[in-house]
């Protein structure tokens, strides 16, 4: 009978105790491990071979390290608002790096990363002492489809509070919606000697009484609107004064309970509209104030009082040459324009020259309370 040698693998001898395996079946058990009894052939030992060469090694500290950084990167860091974001921060040298992330991209999102919009100025007047906004390079405020409450108060360069208006604290700060149509704010701003402030695709509606949309005041104001309107307040739609200076780009001043616009100092209206608001559609007054307004698609029409009104040496400009004073200001309540003590009213007759013409201008007079 033919004897059959068994190894015992422990030991490294045969079951005499002789010798070692020889070479090749050692070379084998190092390869494909005790279990092989040597009779696979080449195919298969090939094949373990081929196997052997192209497996991918599973490193059990470095792979769980990498599978709590995934989650963390893509499944928490994304859902931290703002204010919880800050608090890890000093728990790690990867959640600083985290923060400094965050501060690179000079935006956050209400509600998702800010609860509020009161909560999101003052998460920016925060940032704002950490890091140096400029015009080029603001801190932007993108709010969210859906309506935001303004729940705190502003107080004016004359000591009095305004309710239900976002006290705008620092400069180099933009509020951004996603349409005037998608993104709505209950509530006012105010401005005070703050610069470079814009304002983007949403609607301010201030509905308590004496509510204005947009409060802007000091000679260091400046607040660009762009897509936004401003409806159905208290008291006017915009109010600017004290040296201050706004621009608005294709923005609606509509139904406010008083003035679309009042303006006491600078007020550039681009492709706006003033329509249906109980008092003026465009007020200007005092002595250097300045209106001017320009674009095909401006209309002032429908409101309950003067479409525009010049008051006491205020001075507004009608840059439309293409089309005619009576189809741009027509079916308001009182008079379509309306000049009183030394304003004036000035209007581009020619698109080939820049010339102003005066097509109203007021002597100066006593003021009577029932010309208001």
Known sequence: MKRTRSLSFASGTSSKGSKKPRRSVRVALQKYGPFWNGTADSETIDALESSRQHAVHYHTKTSRLDLVQEVWEHEIIPFLNVKELAEFRPTSKWCDEQWQEFLKRDTFRVPEQVPTIDEAMRVG???????VFSKEKPLVVVLSEGEH???????????????????????????IGQSKEKTTVHGGFGVLNKKNVIVKSLTLTNQIQDGTGLVVEGGEALVEMIGVSVKECGDAGLDVGSGASVKATQCEFSENKQEGVSVGSKGIFTDCSFHHNGGQGV?????????????????????????????????INIYIPSRSITALVH????????????????????????????????????LNEEDL
Do not use: M
């Not at 729940?151 to 705008?168: P, Y």
């Not at 309540?333 to 109203?360: C, F, M, P, R």
């Open 149 to 175: 409450e303004v729940e705190g108060s502003w107080t004016d360069s004359f000591g009095e509070v305004c309710e239900n208006t976002l006290d705008i604290t620092c400069s180099n700060i933009s509020f």
């Open 283 to 315: 007020f200007a007054a005092n002595a250097g104030t300045l209106v001017e307004l320009r674009g095909e698609q401006t209309e002032i029409h429908h409101n309950g009082g003067r479409g525009i009104f010049a008051f006491s040496n205020a001075t």
């Open 331 to 366: 079916d308001n309540g009182e008079d379509d324009l309306l000049t009183y003590n030394s304003a004036k009213i000035q209007s581009q007759l020619s698109s080939s020259s820049l010339e102003l013409t005066v097509i109203q201008e007021a002597a100066p007079e006593e």
């Open 125 to 131: 007047l925060n940032l704002s002492k950490q890091k």
